[in-house]
């Protein structure tokens, strides 16, 4: 009888044994289905949110939140940065340093090579969330962009500028800053008709850029001429309609055209080989019988010389300059 009651109790405590080596000497708690897909859920690597934007009919696939902008080339995105307050991590230079005018937004922006000669390595090191890229570049250099980040041709066309404005606005999530701007350029302008509608009524109005020492003219929707002929509806000039692009011109055509009112855009940088090219021209002795000289309607810089002309800074900035000028 001893014997088997022994035997019965050796047998219980190798059964113990063998349940507490079975569950890792303590109860394994039991894992509903639905805790289980949310734990898999947390150790599995979060995917990136994204949005779609659509900017001059083409989508781009973006961060939710875009941070780290780069700005290539695109003087136009640069403009419109400064107007909207955006900081780009990567910015062009202009003579190896950033001009003035950009300031603003470049404190702490990285030099990521010159105007039309992005460095690749460096914006490749700011890891850009979206490279802004001028659609002026040629397609290798974009397809080398975007093999970096999602590259987004920023237009040049003056007549773009409020899709431009838009865009960067809804990219930034700057949307309303945008608009206001918008409006208030259009109501701006209304004021300024009214204000020249009686005094520019006739006159010939010509802006030309000096560039390598030479004078130049543009087409009517280049430059700051969609403001002058198409915003303010001011009359054309006829060697400016016949244009096709930027078009040198001598001059003794300019004292052909004899202009009432005279823009003249001048940049060091743009005539480093002629320094003296303006100093030249205002005292030319042929320009100086035209009417724009004769009257002392002859206008330098009145804005920023590396402005482009038809982006909203731009306009915004010159259309205030050109109502002071044409009222004079």
Known sequence: MKNKLFLTAIIAIFMLLATACGNG????PKTS???????????????????TITYLGKEYTI???????????AMEAMEDSVLLDVKPVGAMTIGGKFPEVFSSIVENAEPIGEKSQPDFETILKLKPDVILASTKFPDEVIQKLEKIGTTIRYSHIATDWEENVKFLGELTGKQEDATAEIEKYSSDLQS??????????????????????????????VFVNPLLYSDLGLSGVQEVQAAKAQEQISV?????????YLFI???????????N???DLQQNPIL?????????????????????GGPALSRINFLKEAVSALTK
Do not use: C, W
């Open 25 to 28: 000497g303590e109860s394994a």
């Open 33 to 51: 289905s639905k805790e289980a897909s949310t734990q898999a859920k947390e150790e599995s690597p979060k995917k990136e949110e994204t949005r």
């Open 63 to 73: 961060p939710m939140e875009v941070k780290n902008i780069v700005i290539t080339g």
């Open 192 to 221: 300024a008709k009214e204000k020249l509608k009686e005094t520019v009524e006739g006159k010939k109005v010509l802006a030309v850029r000096i560039r390598g020492g030479n004078l130049f003219i543009y087409p009517e929707t």
């Open 252 to 260: 003794e055509k300019l004292a052909e055209i004899n202009p009432d």
């Open 265 to 275: 855009q001048f940049e060091n940088n743009e005539n480093a080989q002629a320094p």
């Open 277 to 279: 090219a303006l100093k």
């Open 288 to 308: 100086n019988k035209t009417n724009a000289f004769k009257d002392d309607h002859v206008f330098v810089n009145v804005i920023d010389p590396l402005s482009e």
